[in-house]
DNA sequence: GTCTATACTCCGATAGAC
DNA sequence: GTCTATCGGAGTATAGAC
């Protein structure tokens, strides 16, 4: 760190410690996961690791999570365009997931979601409520969204509130139910395709 | 267990070792779990723990998970009513949803559904299946209970098998939500109340 | 910066008296 | 059935040489 540069040795060997952790909390778990093992992983000896974090396993946590939060926050740059029929808020739909989707398929990112979630009785409370506020704020763009293109396509926008949080349920659903319960980020299009179908019978319904 | 009486003094004992170990399980993981804590909050000595449970605090994890699933899928008894109007079939999904809320309000059911999900990697795959079967069940009754519904009510059945599926989005995100990520089961009627909304909302759309 | 060696604690599990 | 005592091992963290 006394250069500056930011992918000196100093970090490499640092991220090098972070990645083998991030690896092992996900697998084990943190508490089934050692630093002595973490040492042997990352082939470093057995007093280095505190050299890089002073305070041990815990501040090894504490950076994969914070890591993680910022990472998977940068996707929700998310603008949605403008729209011309009900076809084009189907696509921008399925394709904000996609988008999602992606992220998770990140191994990295995968791996710091499943640490969040699993470790969670582990984290302050600011940690933890990151994907509350995540979510808050994509369906706050959604309803958004779906306002402005309901007006301009002549639908009944008295239960935009609703249908948003429709939508979002059937996104969470599917990122909950690979992730968490399947523990399978690699899923077939199959599930892609049943969102999307599903998106398509609820817009269909609402443009009726 | 020699005369075969379900609630002798033995299964007391074992209860009461479950009870703090699950108790622990969910608030601090299993692998931050000492036998040396549980059997000092159950308020026995060192041995005995191995008396009851041979193979030691596996074993009780894997008593506690078996618990679980059998109690939790007690509740699939679920049988859908006849119905002469949309508000009908309305009030049934609401019920249904009610019937799960209540479940998962009762400590010892949310505690072995949490280490279930937290200690996931632990389980053998039957273990970890549960859910997933679980919804898979739910989510054919559901079908068929529409399909049949809508047949008497002249409603189109061409997008029964979506509709089922967005309606368990709703369940399942809220539950997820509620439990994994704000911890918190207690909630307010307020989460209740929503669900009961997106469901009208849906079911509104789909009558027209 | 990186290593070796090790201190110290605590864990899961067992032995054996009662 | 329940207890006390303790073993053997493994965990985190540190000391100090290079």
Chains 1, 2 share one sequence.
Do not use: C
Request: aromatic content about 10%.
């Amino acid at each position: 760190m006394s250069n500056g540069v930011p992918n000196d040795e100093h970090e490499q060997q640092k991220n090098k410690i972070l990645a083998v952790a991030r690896e092992s909390f996900t697998q084990k778990g943190f508490e089934a996961t050692t630093t002595r093992q973490i040492n042997k992983q990352a082939g470093i000896s057995e007093g280095l690791l505190y050299y890089y974090f002073p305070h041990g396993k815990r501040e090894i946590l504490d950076a994969i999570i914070y890591q993680g939060i910022v990472e998977r926050t940068k996707f929700i740059g998310l603008s949605f365009g403008d729209v011309n029929s009900v076809k084009d808020i189907e696509q921008q739909m399925t394709g904000f997931f996609d988008q999602v989707w992606q992220v998770f398929k990140k191994e990295e990112n995968y791996q710091s979601f499943m640490i969040t979630i699993r470790e969670r009785m582990l984290l302050t409370d600011d940690q933890s409520k990151w994907l509350l506020d995540l979510m808050n704020t994509i369906l706050g763009s959604l309803v958004e969204f779906l306002t402005k293109s309901f007006q301009k396509l002549s639908i009944d926008t008295s239960n935009v509130q609703q249908i948003a949080e429709i939508i979002m349920s059937i996104f969470q659903k599917v990122i909950y139910d690979e992730l968490l319960i399947k523990n399978d980020r690699k899923t077939s299009s199959a599930v892609v395709a049943g969102v999307e179908q599903q998106i398509h019978v609820l817009l269909t319904l609402v443009s009726k």
